[in-house]
């Protein structure tokens, strides 16, 4: 018997040691989430007033082209430039956004799973209980059979021969949810 509820005993434990595993994954995950949605805020602020401060800069740089043809150029080449950081910021933005999903993707898989550890239930199966397997004065030597595990050992003692007869039941030990 002692043999059967250590190992539901180390099966429980391995169970319980994968849960809290997972758990720290799902902290870990939900730290990262938390710290890059707060970056993701900055970095959409700055994105934002970057982007105001450009069209300002592009309005600005457009409305004077009229009056030189080289500063016509110049600012025209200034605004290319313009164009092409706000399509890098945006790019990166967009990157970010992607970023954020995938860990939002992982911690909605690691919240299932958790959820599945938990309902998760050791029970027996299948038991073959044996009659006596022994006599007094001889030797003892059983195995459950296939991968069934014992559960159950009983005895009884005689004085006379001071000795022990035995007769044992195995079972099957389903892990379900």
Same mark, same amino acid.
């Not at 991968?147 to 079972?171: I, P, Q």
């Given at each position: 018997?002692?043999?059967?509820?250590?190992?539901?005993? *180390?099966?429980?434990?391995?169970? %319980? @040691?994968?849960? *809290?595993? $997972?758990?720290?994954?799902? @902290?870990?995950?939900?730290?990262?989430?938390?710290? +890059?949605?707060? &970056?993701?805020? *900055?970095?959409?602020?700055?994105? *934002? !007033?970057?982007? %105001?401060?450009?069209?300002?800069? =592009?309005?600005?740089?457009?409305?004077?082209? /009229?009056?030189?043809? #080289?500063?016509?150029?110049?600012?025209?080449?200034?605004?290319?430039?313009?164009? #092409?950081? +706000?399509?890098?910021?945006?790019?990166? $933005?967009?990157?970010?956004?992607?970023?954020?999903?995938?860990?939002?993707?992982?911690?909605?898989?690691?919240?299932?799973?958790? /959820?599945?550890?938990?309902?998760?239930? %050791? /029970?027996?199966?299948?038991?073959?209980?044996?009659?006596?397997?022994? !006599?007094?004065?001889?030797? %003892?030597?059983? #195995?459950?059979?296939? =991968? #069934?595990?014992?559960?159950?050992?009983?005895?009884?003692?005689?004085?006379?021969? &001071?000795?022990?007869?035995?007769?044992?039941?195995?079972?099957?030990?389903?892990?379900?949810?």
């Amino acid at each position: 018997m002692d043999r059967v509820e250590s190992k539901a005993s *180390s099966e429980n434990n391995k169970i %319980l @040691k994968e849960v *809290s595993q $997972l758990e720290k994954g799902f @902290k870990d995950v939900s730290q990262k989430l938390g710290k +890059l949605e707060l &970056e993701s805020h *900055s970095f959409q602020k700055s994105l *934002s !007033n970057e982007i %105001l401060e450009r069209r300002d800069l =592009n309005s600005v740089f457009r409305k004077d082209i /009229s009056s030189n043809t #080289k500063e016509v150029a110049s600012l025209h080449s200034k605004s290319a430039v313009l164009d #092409k950081d +706000l399509s890098f910021l945006n790019k990166g $933005l967009t990157a970010q956004k992607t970023e954020q999903d995938q860990l939002q993707s992982s911690v909605a898989g690691l919240t299932k799973d958790i /959820s599945k550890l938990r309902n998760r239930v %050791l /029970s027996r199966q299948n038991c073959q209980s044996t009659n006596w397997v022994n !006599n007094f004065d001889q030797h %003892l030597n059983y #195995k459950c059979p296939g =991968n #069934k595990v014992l559960v159950r050992a009983e005895s009884y003692h005689t004085n006379g021969t &001071e000795d022990r007869r035995w007769k044992f039941e195995c079972c099957d030990l389903v892990l379900s949810f």
